[in-house]
């Protein structure tokens, strides 16, 4: 799991065989000029903070996580567009029928970009240092959760096995978020770029890498550019801005007034509206026991009556038609509707339903009259505090509607727009905080990965984390079945494993899924070989093949 | 030049009546969401038309203008105060005492106060009204806002003091207080009321941009900063030009506040002859 600026963000990491939605042999984006690609050149688009590591292992947040996509080098990688994990610096891989056994073939004659050789043994380091607890590598905590205890054994300067206590239900999937780095020089990487410069505040300088594995016709390697550039802009209209003037060709997840301007000035060739992303945001009440909120409101929201009248008071159908002008979609639960094949069929969004909401409440002793603020059975006003992330007009329309919904059932809501590093002290150190609006991202389509959040003792089980024993029977239940799907490699039993799942959150509601918003991305006509997908990063997952079209000389 | 001031002060009393009014001649309350209408037109029903929520234009102008001229003034009082108390004791002190005073200017002067405020707002209760969130925002813009003023004001003294009217008070045996209260601070009136003058537009300013930056007044509370971040979809303004109504009112008063900084209508720095011991 890895924090972002405007969302908390899953590294869901478990692969997916069977996934709907995806597209075999996609067609590429060829850009303004088609034809064939141009070599050279350098890419510009905006990361909107300061990286925080350069330790790949470590990325945590959406400017680490794009330079590790860019300079990182993958065993296998997920190709966004079709949604099908491809060889990458594993040549091939075989998994032992029992699911308990992965063996990887890697590609000989591969270098590091010092040039020094990848070897089984960088492979293993590697994942020896991603699990190493005293690490605190998200994508460890990943492995962890999918794989459990693992061995690994080196077969080969080229083969390498990885051993699992238990059936794996989908070994291959967690290490598509894993860069391969090296044993020997951790400046060294095997992607397509490589660091160049970095100048803090200004920008991230990435160059070619001239020992990248991956070639073209007549043998020359890729990347086509010759570097990226990745300015730090905090401010989106300013990113906004310099796209529309030419001096950034992507802009990753737009939101609607975005996608229109740009529309309105550059024509609609310029944007490409993706449809529903693996992307919910949420809304969910701080359970925490030790959390310094007064005793009565922990009670409210520990409280699943409490819980599912507020599901029930929100009118998803404006949040979507106001806040994102349509480019949305009600949200029934954690897996978003993109996600046809793991989605649980026949769920639901929590239907607007303001008598079914004052019925839940008045069972739990709650009780207003007519136009009066609501009080508990011990005569406390109800009003609560939803802190979420400053700046962002969608997630402000969303907070300023919750809190207009919540209104005509006598609740209030003070609304705390806090930057976002503050909004993660309170929800990841502090609890000190009462509910919370933010948005919760996956980068694949298969849910395993997203164990880290929905197991009671998981750091990130948003609103109640690091359970010793599962606090209520329904996180008991999930963490059984999140067991039960992670030891088979049988598709029918790990989904029916999921929609219980889905439908356990739905009945508490200890998140409330809003909506999931459509991937909507800008892309310079001059991009060549784009191939946007719903799955993050939406445009440049592919920057070994983009090309630059040069811009025509008046 | 004076029919300048007077259409300032016309339009300063009018934007004020008008904001102090709010309650009584909105045409609905700024937080009412009619959520049917989303960004419509003027009309009779709404004659700024409505934002994208569908809340009325013009009571929520009305309500944040309220908000923003009663605080912006009160911030730029607060940071006077202490911009004179500053800036004549370390004028009329000079040594160490001005050393000090000049050390803590500099000192305040180089603080990231967006980052302090962003701070302030980070740990402040979660449960504070929207009205103690601005008004602790405005108070900090004051108590943070008064370098500058306090540099002007120490120079003004210096100047005061080595003028010819001080030396022939001095030679009258005007001394200590008596000189203080009757020469000195008569002569500082007008530095220390430009600087009041001044300050307002620049705390109005300074709330915009917080608002900008989604950390000045929050939901559903309009203020102009809030209404400002409208302008920021300027491809829409060309179709719908009334959503300019925020900016064209801070402008308005902006160069109002200009017109009027100079009250008693004199150049130069207003200093007055030797006052009547």
């Not at chain 1, 690994?152 to 989908?170: G, W």
């Not at chain 1, 002290?425 to 929905?454: C, F, H, K, M, Q």
């Not at chain 2, 003294?157 to 045996?173: D, N, P, Q, T, Y």
Request: with cysteine; charged share 20%.
């Amino acid at each position: 799991m890895r924090f972002a600026r405007t969302s908390f963000v899953l590294i869901c990491t478990a692969a997916l065989a069977g996934a709907a939605a995806a597209t075999d042999h996609a067609p590429l984006r060829a850009g303004g000029g088609g034809g064939e690609p141009v070599w050279g050149g350098e890419l510009r688009f905006a990361i909107h903070a300061e990286p925080k590591t350069w330790d790949p292992l470590l990325a945590a947040d959406d400017a680490t996580d794009a330079i590790r996509v860019l300079t990182g080098g993958y065993l296998v990688r997920l190709n966004r567009k079709t949604q099908k994990h491809e060889a990458g610096l594993a040549e091939s891989w075989k998994i032992s029928p029992d699911g308990r056994k992965i063996e990887f073939l890697l590609r000989s004659g591969v270098q590091f970009s010092d040039g020094t050789p990848f070897k089984a043994d960088d492979v293993a380091y590697t994942l020896k240092r991603a699990i190493d607890p005293n690490l605190h590598a998200p994508i460890g905590d990943s492995i962890r959760a999918t794989a459990g205890d693992f061995a690994i054994a080196i077969a080969a300067l080229n083969r390498i096995i990885l051993t699992f206590a238990a059936p794996v239900a989908n070994p291959i999937g967690m290490l598509d978020s894993l860069p391969i780095v090296s044993s020997h020089n951790d400046k060294a990487v095997l992607g397509p770029f490589e660091l160049a410069e970095y100048k803090p505040g200004a920008y991230v300088l990435l160059k070619r890498n001239p020992y990248y594995w991956r070639t073209v016709a007549q043998g020359r390697r890729l990347p086509y550019l010759d570097g990226i550039r990745l300015d730090i802009q905090t401010n989106r209209d300013i990113e906004l801005q310099r796209f529309r003037k030419g001096e950034f060709q992507l802009m990753e997840a737009i939101d609607a007034d975005s996608l229109n301007r740009i529309t309105s000035e550059m024509g609609a060739a310029a944007v490409e509206d993706l449809g529903p992303a693996f992307e919910n945001e949420m809304f969910w009440f701080n359970e925490k026991p030790d959390a310094p909120i007064p005793a009565y409101k922990k009670d409210w929201f520990q409280s699943r009556n409490f819980r599912r009248a507020i599901a029930e008071s929100i009118h998803l159908d404006d949040i979507v038609r106001l806040a994102y002008q349509g480019r949305a979609t009600a949200a029934a639960g954690i897996i978003s509707k993109a996600n046809q094949f793991w989605m649980k069929q026949g769920l639901a969004p929590h239907a607007f339903n303001l008598a079914s909401a004052r019925k839940r409440l008045a069972q739990d002793g709650f009780h207003s009259l007519e136009g009066q603020p609501l009080t508990d059975r011990a005569g406390h006003l109800v009003e609560f505090s939803v802190v979420t992330t400053s700046g962002g007009k969608t997630r402000t329309r969303i907070a300023a509607l919750l809190q207009d919904d919540l209104a005509k059932i006598g609740i209030k809501l003070n609304i705390v727009p806090l930057d976002f590093p503050s909004m993660l002290e309170r929800i990841a150190r502090t609890a000190n905080y009462e509910s919370a609006l933010l948005g919760l991202v996956g980068e694949d389509v298969d849910p395993a990965g997203e164990a880290n959040v929905w197991l009671s003792g998981a750091p990130q089980h948003m609103w109640n984390p690091g359970q010793k024993q599962p606090a209520t029977a329904w996180e008991a239940e999930i963490d059984k079945l999140i067991a039960a799907q992670a030891a088979t490699a049988d598709q029918k039993k790990r989904k029916a494993a999921f929609d219980r799942i889905q439908q356990i959150i739905w009945d508490e509601a200890p998140v409330i899924h809003l909506v999931n918003r459509n991937a909507l991305v800008a892309i310079s006509p001059r991009l060549g070989n784009s191939q946007a997908a719903v799955l993050n990063p939406h445009v440049f997952w592919n920057a070994d093949v983009l090309y630059l079209i040069p811009e025509k000389k008046p | 030049m004076k029919i300048l001031r007077v259409l300032a002060w016309t339009i300063l009393t009018v934007t004020a009546a008008a904001a102090l009014s709010a309650p009584l001649i909105a045409p609905a309350p700024y937080e009412k969401q009619f959520r049917e209408f989303p960004d419509a037109a003027p009309s009779r029903q709404f004659p700024l038309g409505t934002d994208e929520l569908g809340r009325d234009r013009l009571s929520r102008l009305l309500y944040g203008t309220r908000i923003s001229l009663l605080l912006a003034p009160s911030a730029a009082l607060l940071a006077t105060l202490i911009a004179a108390a500053a800036g004549i004791a370390a004028g009329v002190f000079g040594g160490r005492v001005e050393q000090l005073i000049l050390s803590i200017v500099d000192l305040v002067a180089s603080l990231p106060w967006l980052f302090l405020l962003i701070a302030v707002r980070a740990v402040m209760p979660l449960n504070v009204s929207g009205y103690t969130s601005v008004a602790v925002t405005f108070l900090l813009l004051g108590a943070l806002g008064w370098a500058g003023a306090a540099r002007v004001i120490r120079s003004a003294v210096l100047s005061v003091k080595e003028s010819g009217f001080m030396i022939e008070a001095r030679a009258l045996g005007i001394r200590g207080l008596r000189l203080f209260v009757t020469q000195l601070l008569p002569n500082l009136r007008a530095p220390v009321l430009a600087q009041f003058w001044l300050s307002i537009p620049l705390f109005l300013l300074a709330e915009a941009n917080l608002g900008v930056l989604g950390l000045g007044v929050s939901e559903p509370l309009p203020s102009w900063g809030n209404l400002l971040l409208d302008l920021v979809n300027h491809h829409e303004i060309a179709d719908q030009p009334w959503r300019l109504a925020p900016a064209v009112l801070l402008v308005m008063v902006l160069l109002s506040l200009q017109a009027v900084q100079n009250p008693d209508g004199r150049r130069g720095n207003g200093r007055r002859a030797l006052a009547e011991a």
